[in-house]
């Protein structure tokens, strides 16, 4: 009886399960990496090894088959042994055994059992579904650019700031000069001088200056006589102005981006999925995704659950 099978259903739920007489398999648990030179995300891993001296009967693979296979415990570690001195025999003819979706097994010159573990097996359950994918890095972004470039500015001469320095020093005296003189002076004050010695000439500009204050006085009555009290200007109407609803609608952000470019690109990837994706400007510069719009904020709660599964690092903003 082929017993891999129930070697495969325990792998799953334990670190451990030992084949009595002949060897014992163990999960080794390795987490979630990346491999940065290829940009592939590899997923938690439980892989499988092989240790020979755990060769003890546990009770763990004869009790499980004994149950599936409704024989009673006896019978169950018979089928083990049988099968464990039909895996010796081939070895020991020099032939090839093959565990499915476990690993193969080979005996070496000196005559001990080697273990070849299958690499695309994993038994790690929270690794269900998933597969290692690439990912390669946005084009168009280069830190290192940015840096050489704010290297190589020129740094700013100490020359440039003193000569700034010195024409304020030599600027705002002269500004304050220009302001102060015409208020605590008569500089810009028009004034009438009579400097004819000329009686007649005196005389004529007494006449004329007795005929200006005279005019002034008449207009200064005609604009008074125009003037109204307060009181009897009627009141301008109300204008009443109407207000603008407000309209809530809540952008669902997938990305912020400096580069135009990439912003686009993860826009080419949400219309991949389905969605209607919007680049929004943002305050700060930046090149905002959006995966879609919603009237309200309880929608868009709920689709920000489903879009992270894709896109995790989703946010909320309302619009502006």
């Not at 290829?38 to 020979?52: A, E």
């Not at 500004?175 to 208020?183: G, R």
Request: with cysteine; charged share 25%.
């Amino acid at each position: 009886m082929d017993i891999t099978a129930f070697i495969r259903e325990l792998l799953f739920g334990h670190d451990c399960v030992i084949v009595p007489g002949f060897g014992g398999f163990i999960g080794n648990y390795t987490p979630a990496h990346i491999d940065k030179s290829t940009g592939t995300f590899y997923p938690p891993v439980k892989q499988i090894s092989f240790n020979r001296n755990l060769n003890h009967n546990d009770g763990l693979l004869v009790g499980r088959i004994s149950g599936s296979s409704n024989i009673n415990y006896g019978d169950a570690r018979n089928l083990v042994e049988e099968f464990v001195g039909e895996l010796r025999r081939k070895l020991e003819r020099g032939e090839k055994v093959v565990f499915d979706n476990i690993g193969s097994f080979v005996n070496n010159q000196e005559g001990n059992v080697q273990f070849e573990p299958d690499r695309n097996a994993n038994y790690h359950l929270d690794s269900y579904g998933l597969e290692s994918f690439q990912c390669l890095p946005l084009e168009g972004y280069d830190v290192r650019k940015r840096i050489i470039r704010h290297v190589g500015k020129d740094p700013v001469k100490k020359a440039s700031v003193r000569k700034i320095l010195w024409r304020a020093a030599v600027i705002i005296p002269l500004l304050s000069v220009l302001v102060a003189v015409p208020l605590k002076t008569d500089l810009f004050k028009t004034k009438i001088e009579a400097t004819s010695m000329n009686p007649l000439v005196t005389a004529e500009f007494e006449h004329n200056k007795k005929a200006v204050d005279e005019g002034i006085k008449d207009e200064s009555a005609k604009i008074e006589e125009n003037i109204k009290p307060i009181s009897e200007i009627p009141a301008a109407p109300e204008v009443v102005v109407p207000v603008a609803a407000d309209e809530n609608a809540y952008y669902l952000i997938t990305g912020s981006f400096k580069s135009e470019k990439n912003a686009v690109s993860q826009g080419n990837m949400l219309k991949a999925e389905g969605f209607t994706p919007e680049i929004v400007a943002a305050p700060n510069g930046f090149h905002r995704v959006s995966a879609m719009m919603c009237s309200d904020l309880n929608t868009a709660l709920t689709k920000k659950d489903s879009i992270s599964k894709k896109f995790p690092g989703t946010w909320i903003s309302r619009k502006r």
